[in-house]
């Protein structure tokens, strides 16, 4: 995978593209986009921001409220909130330097940048995030895709009356069933919010260290990444088998909570006769979320995942961006590959059980992670091969 700087190509507006031609031979410093280094900067200060804020005030952070992975590895419990935050406002300080290094400096960067890159963002994945980072992307997918869908199907239907209004009338039945049905969809709202309030630092904190371990592990990818080889070429020839088998990690789960519909509950179904609606519904919608992760999976080989569907407005039609699908996907894999880790790590550490041998095949992220990450390099490349051949 490279960058370039320029271009003014419709598709990828700004120059900010993810690849080049596999013969390019641009020199490291702009490996990375412009746009990725700003937002790599960007992050950086709040990291070290928000760092040195929670070490000089602890109690104000999140390293009081629930230990991340790194604090317990250190098993220090009194010294664990400061060393935290000093070792956040460390990566944030350095990855700032190295942000601006790379946007103002006139010697080759690309060394420090790929390596300090990808230091910093597995530090951060694997340190802070870990697996909580997958339970807020789930809670906080399940939060917002019901509204995005709704949104999505009275838009269709304005632009597209004849197919639109049937579509709108499906969704409209559905949502009158969560809402009014045996498992109110009220009750997850009602629990998440109440999360939110009791975790809000938490849960700030948190996306801030996703954001922040996608963004500077792609820039470290890509101020590494030269030809991209006989590997590269394989994973481009491959991505569509790739793509699928990474979208399939999400059946699973599916799965397991739509058997709690049925007389034959599975993973956790028990909960239900004790939790009643409430831990029904929640089961349900972090299934719909986990569902709609794999469909945004597929997009990475499927029509809409390369230009916005016609009735969308103002931008329907156009050739969606490269960096608009491959930066959040990347995030999405590292957040993935991080907390399939520590599940593993975890598992293996207490003995793997034939329950958590189990766990692991339902929650399969250490998987799904890497498989992303290949498939949204083979997107990046597709895209790039299709736009040079369009001249």
Do not use: K
């Amino acid at each position: 995978m490279r960058a370039m700087s320029g271009g003014d190509d419709a598709g990828d507006p700004g120059g900010m593209d993810i690849i080049s031609s596999p013969r390019s031979s641009a020199a490291p410093t702009r490996s990375a986009p412009r746009g990725l280094l700003w937002a790599g900067a960007g992050l950086g200060i709040a990291m070290l921001a928000a760092g040195l804020v929670w070490l000089v005030a602890p109690e104000l952070g999140p390293f009081t409220r629930r230990a991340v992975v790194l604090q317990v590895l250190l098993g220090e419990p009194g010294a664990g909130p400061l060393i935290a935050a000093a070792t956040q406002a460390a990566l944030g300080a350095v990855t700032t330097a190295l942000a601006v290094a790379a946007l103002f400096s006139r010697q080759r960067a690309g060394t420090a940048l790929a390596a300090g890159g990808l230091a910093c963002g597995t530090a951060t994945a694997l340190g802070f995030v870990g697996f909580n980072g997958i339970v807020l992307a789930g809670y906080l997918l399940a939060m917002t895709a019901p509204i995005a869908i709704a949104a999505a199907a009275v838009v269709f239907a304005l632009r597209r009356p004849r197919t639109g209004w049937i579509v709108l009338v499906i969704v409209a039945v559905l949502g009158a069933v969560a809402i009014a049905g045996p498992a109110p969809v009220g009750l997850f709202y009602a629990r998440a919010l109440e999360g939110v309030a009791e975790l809000g630092v938490m849960m700030a904190a948190a996306l801030l260290w996703i954001a922040f371990a996608g963004v500077w592990l792609l820039c470290g990818i890509l101020a590494v990444a030269g030809d991209v080889g006989r590997f590269g070429r394989f994973v481009r020839r491959r991505r569509v088998a790739i793509t699928i088998v990474a979208a399939c990690c999400a059946v699973p789960y599916v799965i397991a909570r739509a058997s709690w519909l049925t007389p034959w509950p599975l993973f956790g179904g028990e909960a239900v006769a004790d939790g009643g609606p409430a831990v029904l519904i929640t089961g349900l919608m972090l299934a719909s979320a986990m569902l709609v992760g794999g469909i945004l999976t597929l997009g990475l080989i499927l029509p809409w995942g390369a230009r916005f569907p016609r009735w969308v407005p103002r931008v329907g039609g156009r050739p969606i961006p490269i960096a608009l699908a491959v930066v959040p996907a990347s995030i999405v894999a590292a957040l993935f590959t991080a907390g399939g880790a520590e599940s593993l790590v975890t598992t293996m550490a207490h003995g793997a059980s034939v329950g958590d041998l189990l766990l692991s095949l339902v929650l399969p992220f250490w998987l799904w992670g890497p498989l992303l990450a290949l498939a949204t390099w083979g997107y990046a490349q597709h895209r790039a091969a299709e736009r040079a051949a369009a001249g």
